[in-house]
Nanobody, 123 residues
Framework: QVQLVESGGGLVQAGGSLRLSCAPS????????MGWFRQAPGKEREFVAA????????YYVDSVKGRFTISRENAKNVVYLQMNSLKPEDTAVYYC????????????????WGQGTQVTVSS
């Protein structure tokens, strides 16, 4: 079993930055593609960003391109989501997800999930 623990959420003003972390445990982390998702109140969970096992390939939803960066450090067993130029519409619970298939990250909802971390952006 892969267990994922997110951290780094909080309250920030519009235009500010946050860095989320996801620390998987329980299995070889380096073999998994990783993704970040978010869910705002009353809305469905949506894909935000994905990174393949090596960190060499990334993919973003259009609404965060140029503002968010996903990265990973396999030696430290952690994946990050750097969020800059935050907007109130970025307010949501952010979830980390692991899947063996990189192409499945944006298009499916199975695999391993964390419990989420709240990000609130005030205007």
């Amino acid at each position: 079993q892969v267990q994922l623990v997110e951290s780094g959420g909080g309250l920030v003003q519009a235009g500010g930055s946050l860095r989320l972390s996801c620390a998987p445990s329980g299995r070889t982390f380096s073999s998994y593609a990783m993704g970040w998702f978010r869910q705002a109140p009353g809305k469905e969970r949506e894909f935000v960003a994905a990174i393949n096992w090596s960190g060499g390939t990334t993919y973003y939803v259009d609404s965060v391109k140029g503002r968010f960066t996903i990265s990973r450090e396999n030696a430290k067993n952690v994946v990050y989501l750097q969020m800059n130029s935050l907007k109130p519409e970025d307010t949501a619970v952010y979830y980390c997800r692991a899947h063996l298939d990189y192409s499945a990250i944006p298009t499916t909802m199975n695999g391993y999930w964390g419990q989420g971390t709240q990000v609130t952006v005030s205007s």
